[in-house]
Each structure stands twice: as C-alpha cells, then as structure tokens.
C-alpha cells in the first residue's frame, strides 16, 4: 500500500495551505494601507452595510475553511475506515436550510433600507443632472424657475448635447456646464439625475459613498449631501469602451456663498445658442492650441490618441499633421484641416490601414473643431500651421 503516505501528506499540505489562506486574509486586512478614503457625504450607512457585509462573509470564510481543515484531519484516509453514505439527511438539510437563509437576509436587508432612502432625496434638494458620453462628463442646473427644461434626443445637437427643448423657457435659463468638473456647495442635499447619451457608464465619486448607473433611454437618480469642502475626483464605473480609464472628473464642494458665485458664472443655454463672439472666433492661434489641449483631455481623445509618437489604439497626434495617410482600402489622404474636420464629423466614414473603426462620434462645435485642428496642427511634422 504505497498510496496511503502520499495521501496522509497531501491532506496535511492542503490543510497548512487553507490555514495559511486564512490567516494572510485577515492579516491583510487588517495591516493593508489601502482603505477607503474619508467619507465625504451624509451617506455613512453605506459605509455601515460594508461593515455589515465584510462582518457575515469573513466570519463564513474562516468558519469554512477552518471547518475544511477539520474534516481533512479528522477523515483523512486510514486502513479499514470507510465512509458511511447517507443519502438524506433531514435533520441536516434543514439547518444548513434556515442558517444559510439568515445568512443572505442580513446580508441583503440592511442594503435595501438604504437604498430606499438613498433614491428619496429631500424636498429641498438642489438639483443636478450629469450627462455621460463616452468619454467625458457634462453638467445642467436649473436656472432661477427651480425647474430643468424639457428634453428630447431630437434636439441634441453639438451646441446643445443636452437636447434641451428649443420652445421651453425654462430650458434656455438652464445652466450648462460643458466640462467634466463641477461645483456643489456645502451641506445642502443634491438630487442627482443621470443620463446617458451612448452606453452605460456610472458616475462615481468615491468619497462621497455614492454612486450610479447611466442608463441611455432612461433617467436614474440618487442624491447626497456634501459634508466637506475639498476637490473630489468623479470616475466612470462601468467599463464603457476603449476611453474608459480616461473618463473622470471634479466635483468641487464649496462653501454655499462661494458655490453661487461660480454658478453666477456659468453659461445658460441661451447663450450656447447665440452665436459666439466675433472676439471668440478669432481667438489668437496660441489661445486656439491651449484650448484644444484641454478640449482633447476633456472629450477623451488622449484616451486612444498620444502626442509623443508612441503607439495607442488610435493614431499618435505627434506629425500627423501634413502627413499622408494611407486607408485600409490602400487609398491614400494628406492629412489636411478638411480631413481632420472630416474624420471628427463623420469617424466611420474611412478607417486607417493598421487601425480599428472605434473612433466614436463627438458632438463638436465649431469653435471647439477649430480649436482641435489648431492643437493637432501645432503636432505636426511641418511648421505649425494656424
Ligand atoms: Cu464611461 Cu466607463
């Protein structure tokens, strides 16, 4: 019986191993630097159900597997043993039955008594709704009315990617914040309504333990209360495509007279309407290029394009200006204005040779084109170009 020693060893390795299993987690949790970031909002009770959740499924892990190590000990294999079958077991069956059921209701319940909360903002709540597209974050506060205007997905257009109704008023006092950050101000309840224009994404400020889905087609909601004054950094929690990483944002949290005096400055809808200044047009080439810096950080396009040469999903900015590229069909093109305008406009219209068609379609204005043009020009190979 050559057998019986190897398997009395491998029951002893097992057991070590899940020992050793057991006793790293909890030392990792309890000596590991990563913990959460202070909470930022009313919402402590999320922090509450994790306790909760982290209490009930650490003590079923350890419990588990110490049991395992148990019966690897207590049964391991001995000459003339032999386990006895036991098809039903009533007893049994009903225990495991009732603890598991106590086990999944503490661990749900309590979740649901917040949620029911969490998507019942107060009466007084300021009211913002979040835009995400792949891959940037748009802000709209309702102007003095209290109320946001109407939308509707015929109306979305590169001046007004909200789709604000063009005949309601309440929709041209409507503040919009074309930027992925935003103010909040300090202690007073935010109802947050979420939408999206592409795919789902999930607008995420960590410290704020608040969270969620951007269904496109529908309109969800949450809101919280800021509880202290600092710079917060807003990340996409839904793996929305190639961008994915690079879709984050602010939330500022600002004292309440600090809060107005940054919304007094935002523009209103009515004004994205008008158009722009002859000054704005005919910005200086330097400002152009700064603006279109930011404008590619902002609309995500550094997510798929570099500006120092090196490969990424999409072509390197850096020379691609003047250059001639050749397309997947073996045409050739002179990277020109007219071709970039072409290719932001209508991304699916050609594909370059050695890329995928995943370029996603941007709603531009015609200032923030020319201000893109400018920037990519000002990376080409040549001279820079105004
Ligand atoms: Cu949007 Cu991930």
């Given at each position: 019986?050559?057998?019986?020693?190897?398997?009395?060893?491998?029951?002893?390795?097992?057991?070590?191993?899940?020992?050793?299993?057991?006793?790293?987690?909890?030392?990792?949790?309890?000596?590991?630097?990563?913990?959460?970031?202070?909470?930022?909002?009313?919402?402590?009770?999320?922090?509450?159900?994790?306790?909760?959740?982290?209490?009930?499924?650490?003590?079923?892990?350890?419990?588990?597997?110490?049991?395992?190590?148990?019966?690897?000990?207590?049964?391991?294999?001995?000459?003339?043993?032999?386990?006895?079958?036991?098809?039903?077991?009533?007893?049994?069956?009903?225990?495991?039955?009732?603890?598991?059921?106590?086990?999944?209701?503490?661990?749900?319940?309590?979740?649901?008594?917040?949620?029911?909360?969490?998507?019942?903002?107060?009466?007084?709540?300021?009211?913002?709704?979040?835009?995400?597209?792949?891959?940037?974050?748009?802000?709209?506060?309702?102007?003095?009315?209290?109320?946001?205007?109407?939308?509707?997905?015929?109306?979305?257009?590169?001046?007004?990617?909200?789709?604000?109704?063009?005949?309601?008023?309440?929709?041209?006092?409507?503040?919009?914040?074309?930027?992925?950050?935003?103010?909040?101000?300090?202690?007073r309840p935010v109802k947050v309504l979420l939408r999206s224009h592409?795919?789902?994404?999930?607008?995420?400020?960590?410290?704020?333990?608040?969270?969620?889905?951007?269904?496109?087609?529908?309109?969800?909601?949450?809101?919280?209360?800021?509880?202290?004054?600092?710079?917060?950094?807003?990340?996409?929690?839904?793996?929305?495509?190639?961008?994915?990483?690079?879709?984050?944002?602010?939330?500022?949290?600002?004292?309440?007279?600090?809060?107005?005096?940054?919304?007094?400055?935002?523009p209103t809808h009515a004004m994205a309407l008008a158009p722009p200044?002859?000054?704005?047009?005919?910005?200086?080439?330097?400002?152009?290029?700064?603006?279109?810096?930011?404008?590619?950080?902002?609309?995500?396009?550094?997510?798929?394009?570099?500006?120092?040469?090196?490969?990424?999903?999409?072509?390197?900015?850096?020379?691609?200006?003047?250059?001639?590229?050749?397309?997947?069909?073996?045409?050739?093109?002179?990277?020109?204005?007219?071709?970039?305008?072409?290719?932001?406009?209508?991304?699916?219209?050609?594909?370059?040779?050695?890329?995928?068609?995943?370029?996603?379609?941007?709603?531009?204005?015609?200032?923030?084109?020319?201000?893109?043009?400018?920037?990519?020009a000002s990376l080409g190979g040549g001279a820079a170009r105004p």
């Amino acid at each position: 019986m050559a057998a019986r020693p190897v398997q009395g060893g491998l029951c002893m390795v097992m057991a070590i191993a899940l020992i050793v299993i057991v006793v790293g987690s909890v030392l990792f949790h309890f000596l590991s630097p990563w913990v959460a970031t202070p909470l930022a909002s009313n919402w402590h009770q999320m922090d509450a159900t994790l306790t909760i959740t982290l209490v009930i499924t650490g003590v079923f892990f350890i419990g588990i597997n110490l049991f395992v190590v148990w019966t690897l000990l207590r049964y391991r294999h001995k000459e003339g043993l032999r386990a006895a079958y036991e098809p039903n077991n009533h007893k049994l069956e009903r225990r495991l039955t009732l603890f598991t059921s106590i086990g999944i209701m503490a661990l749900l319940a309590p979740g649901l008594f917040v949620y029911a909360e969490y998507v019942e903002p107060p009466k007084d709540a300021l009211v913002m709704e979040v835009l995400g597209q792949q891959w940037q974050w748009r802000y709209r506060f309702p102007g003095p009315s209290g109320k946001l205007g109407l939308t509707d997905p015929r109306f979305v257009a590169g001046n007004n990617p909200f789709g604000i109704d063009p005949g309601d008023p309440n929709g041209r006092e409507d503040i919009v914040v074309n930027s992925n950050e935003v103010h909040l101000p300090l202690g007073r309840p935010v109802k947050v309504l979420l939408r999206s224009h592409d795919v789902l994404h999930d607008f995420f400020a960590p410290p704020f333990r608040a969270r969620m889905n951007m269904v496109p087609g529908m309109v969800t909601s949450f809101w919280f209360t800021p509880t202290q004054v600092g710079r917060f950094e807003v990340l996409c929690a839904q793996l929305c495509g190639m961008g994915h990483s690079n879709m984050r944002g602010y939330v500022v949290v600002d004292e309440p007279q600090k809060f107005a005096a940054w919304l007094k400055e935002q523009p209103t809808h009515a004004m994205a309407l008008a158009p722009p200044a002859a000054a704005a047009v005919a910005a200086a080439p330097g400002d152009r290029v700064a603006n279109g810096k930011a404008l590619a950080q902002s609309k995500g396009c550094v997510a798929c394009h570099t500006v120092d040469g090196s490969a990424g999903v999409g072509p390197t900015w850096k020379g691609l200006f003047g250059k001639t590229e050749t397309m997947a069909d073996g045409s050739t093109a002179k990277v020109d204005e007219a071709y970039i305008h072409d290719f932001i406009r209508n991304p699916s219209a050609r594909v370059v040779k050695g890329f995928q068609p995943i370029m996603p379609k941007l709603d531009v204005s015609d200032e923030e084109m020319a201000a893109l043009t400018a920037y990519i020009a000002s990376l080409g190979g040549g001279a820079a170009r105004p």
